[in-house]
């Protein structure tokens, strides 16, 4: 495994963060439509502090959204991954487990009890490595969405940690 470092965003890193989100979508990982190349990477709730990212040589090779419940007051305990993405040129190398660790480490550090997720039921890579690192599926939503004429499920997993 090469050299790899993980750390926090910035407003700098946007555009590279960007173009892996735009690379990697597909009606397999996500039930939005594709958007415009050109749209912003950051926004109210997905702030350069909640995004971690994988690089080497300063390239971004991926990266992971980790944000706090919007509900602080009664779930201040739970962080949600609302994104994650590692570059068509870089996956099968690791990074995605690095990206998830460091996903782990800062919920820790945040004082967090619980991370959620949810993960598209055609996504079955990815959901081969969030159970990999101890993510149950805590529901499914059945047919939650239409994509290309068919009904895919929304599931929806977590991580505790005592
Ligand atoms: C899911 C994703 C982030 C994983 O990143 P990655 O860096 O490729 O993951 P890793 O290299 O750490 O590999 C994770 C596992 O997937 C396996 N894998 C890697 N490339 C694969 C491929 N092309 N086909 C099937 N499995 C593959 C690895 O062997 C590894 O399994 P192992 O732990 O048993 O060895 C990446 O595939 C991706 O960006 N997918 C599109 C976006 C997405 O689905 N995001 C999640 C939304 S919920």
Redesign the pocket.
Known sequence: MPDIERRTATHGDERALAA?DYA?W?T???PAPLWPRETPFFDDRTTPENVLFAHEDNAVL?YVKLRPSPMPASSGHVQE?N??????N??????????LDAARNKAIERRARRIT????GT?T??Q??YL?HGYRVEGRLVGQFLIRNSYVDDVLMALHMD
């Open positions: 892996i990697t597909s397999q990982v996500s991926g991954i994104g994650f993405a590692v570059g068509p870089h996956q099968g190398r690791g990074i995605g487990h690095l990206l997720l949810r993960v598209l996504n890579r990815a081969s490595l990999a």
